[in-house]
């Protein structure tokens, strides 16, 4: 070993007590500890009606109903999810699901983008009012204009059709003023500098806004794609056919109809499951195009 090597080796050995005394000699952040702490036991309350459903999901009927109930998975993982694949005819329910869903969540962030890109950077008559009328129908949700929309749709012939599930789904005040308050915040140095290369206004929007907006979009598709995914009432309304049925309303069909059959839970809950995989995959694949958006501003 070299002088100079011998030397660095023996400054590292004498600087070891005193790392370790450092260490010994640092308080205890409680504080720190305490918020880790709650955080674990809100995660841990979260998921355990989660992990329970899965547990369910791999027992038998007499397991399940079992006291005190079995907490850890069962061996009939496969046979129970088979089952409930088959029973539910699961693939259909997941087809028409993600359809509905992704098509109301991409058409949604396609209407809203062009109607704030048209708030915002066009100046016409009664710009404001289209604006507030467009916010005000945030308290009218679907729910409340069910039956005008039902009529609407039925007598264009759009009942137990993909149209009549997604258009009326399509219109979002919220996503909106979203993006509206997005593009109020592009410098106008940026849209002077796309005039004067002679930009259009729709390639603006393609070229420039919208690769600024991907965080943006990212987060608005989640969440418009999961409420998508969770509609009930109406496509409970508007179909008529086990083909066309959601993967919500699908589930009931393996509640019995009588009491005098014992409900198969862990038929159910293997279906919920399967159900629920959709959207978690779309959260974590969608996560990343998030964090990319973020960085990609922040730059």
Not at 196 to 214: E, N, T
């Amino acid at each position: 070993m070299s002088a100079g090597g011998a030397a660095v080796a023996s400054a590292r050995v004498a600087a070891l007590p005193r790392v370790a005394e450092a260490r010994r000699g640092s308080p205890i952040d409680w504080g720190t500890v305490v918020v880790h702490a709650l955080l674990i036991l809100c995660v841990a309350v979260i998921a355990f009606p989660l992990y329970y459903a899965f547990v369910i999901s791999t027992q038998t009927v007499p397991e399940v109903l079992g006291r005190p109930p079995m907490l850890r998975p069962s061996g009939h993982l496969l046979e129970n999810y088979a089952a409930a694949w088959q029973r539910s005819h699961m693939s259909r329910l997941l087809l028409n699901s993600a359809v509905v869903a992704v098509v109301s969540a991409l058409g949604k962030i396609a209407i809203s983008m062009l109607s704030a890109f048209a708030i915002v950077y066009f100046n016409f008559r009664g710009k404001s009012v289209a604006f507030w009328m467009i916010f005000v129908t945030l308290m009218l949700p679907v729910e409340v204009r069910i039956m005008s929309t039902f009529e609407v749709i039925g007598s264009i012939g759009w009942l137990n059709s993909y149209a009549g599930l997604t258009i009326p789904l399509m219109a979002s005040a919220t996503a909106t003023f979203l993006f509206r308050q997005f593009y109020m915040t592009v410098p106008n140095e940026l849209v002077e500098a796309a005039q004067l290369d002679g930009v259009g206004p729709l390639r603006f929007l393609w070229s420039f806004l919208m690769p600024l907006s991907w965080a943006n979009i990212a987060a608005l598709f989640v969440v418009l794609f999961i409420f998508g995914w969770n509609q009930y009432l109406w496509p409970l309304m508007i179909t008529n056919t086990e083909t066309m049925r959601v993967v919500v309303i699908g589930l009931q069909d393996l509640i019995p109809r009588t009491g005098t059959h014992v409900p198969e839970w862990n038929i159910m809950m293997a279906a919920a499951m399967m159900a629920l995989l959709p959207p978690v995959a779309i959260i974590l694949f969608m996560q990343r195009w998030f964090v990319k958006g973020l960085i990609e501003t922040e730059k």
